[in-house]
């Protein structure tokens, strides 16, 4: 009887030890939890203000047909387009891209086209510090024409690069002003929300 009198006493102080243990983890359980939330409780959010206004886009694309680009050397072109596109937010400029197309009857002279004018054009640019192929320059062998294109964001408009665009004189890059600049040079715009 003995060893059963010790074995039970053995017995309720494993069990009273085991509660305590989980009485004990119980208890910093919740101690973590809340000061959890007293933490995240702590903050203090604060708006002033109105919502920002919504932002427009609009587009501007502007094409002229038989205008020579002013700052190639070699056309002999059989005709010659030019198409200058604009992204506009809220009504100031943001990118703008030119396209120039020279077309010919013979692919000798879309060579010597492409050759010449992007030699010139390059060392156009490296006179002014902008280095070689600036402005998004490429140019293009078509099968039937010749294709330099330009691309630029707004912030790299400046009295140097502004006459690569054909926006010489131009100070003021809002929807107005673009279209009257392009259209006093013969192109035709429309513009688009």
Same mark, same amino acid.
């Given at each position: 009887?003995?060893?059963?009198?010790? $074995?039970?006493? &053995?017995?309720? !102080?494993?069990?009273?030890?085991? +509660?305590?243990?989980?009485?004990?983890? =119980? /208890? *910093?359980?919740?101690?973590?939890?809340?000061?959890?939330?007293?933490?995240?409780?702590?903050?203090?959010?604060?708006?002033?203000?109105?919502?920002?206004?919504?932002?427009?886009?609009?587009?501007?694309?502007?094409?002229?047909?038989?205008?020579?680009?002013?700052?190639?050397?070699?056309?002999? $072109?059989?005709? &010659?387009?030019? !198409?200058?596109?604009?992204?506009? +937010?809220?009504?100031?400029?943001?990118? =703008? /891209? *030119?396209?120039?197309?020279?077309?010919?009857?013979?692919?000798?002279?879309?060579?010597?086209?492409?050759?010449?004018?992007?030699?010139?054009?390059?060392?156009?640019?490296?006179?002014?510090?902008?280095?070689?192929?600036?402005?998004?320059?490429?140019?293009?062998?078509?099968?039937?024409?010749?294709?330099?294109?330009?691309?630029?964001?707004?912030?790299?408009?400046?009295?140097?690069?502004?006459?690569?665009?054909?926006?010489?004189?131009?100070?003021?890059?809002?929807?107005?002003?673009?279209?009257?600049?392009?259209?006093?040079?013969?192109?035709?715009?429309?513009?688009?929300?």
């Amino acid at each position: 009887m003995e060893e059963s009198s010790i $074995s039970k006493t &053995k017995k309720v !102080k494993k069990k009273s030890k085991t +509660n305590w243990y989980l009485t004990i983890g =119980i /208890s *910093l359980l919740l101690t973590a939890v809340v000061l959890a939330i007293c933490f995240f409780m702590q903050g203090e959010t604060k708006t002033s203000g109105d919502w920002p206004e919504l932002e427009t886009s609009e587009s501007l694309s502007c094409e002229v047909e038989g205008l020579a680009y002013p700052l190639f050397k070699y056309d002999n $072109s059989d005709r &010659k387009t030019t !198409k200058v596109s604009m992204v506009l +937010n809220n009504g100031k400029l943001r990118t =703008i /891209s *030119l396209v120039y197309q020279l077309y010919y009857s013979d692919s000798s002279k879309i060579e010597r086209s492409e050759a010449e004018n992007h030699a010139a054009m390059n060392l156009r640019m490296q006179d002014e510090g902008l280095g070689p192929d600036a402005l998004g320059m490429n140019f293009a062998r078509l099968a039937d024409s010749m294709k330099m294109s330009l691309y630029a964001d707004a912030s790299a408009l400046n009295g140097g690069t502004v006459k690569y665009f054909e926006l010489d004189n131009v100070s003021k890059y809002d929807l107005g002003t673009l279209r009257t600049a392009y259209e006093q040079k013969g192109f035709g715009c429309v513009a688009k929300n």
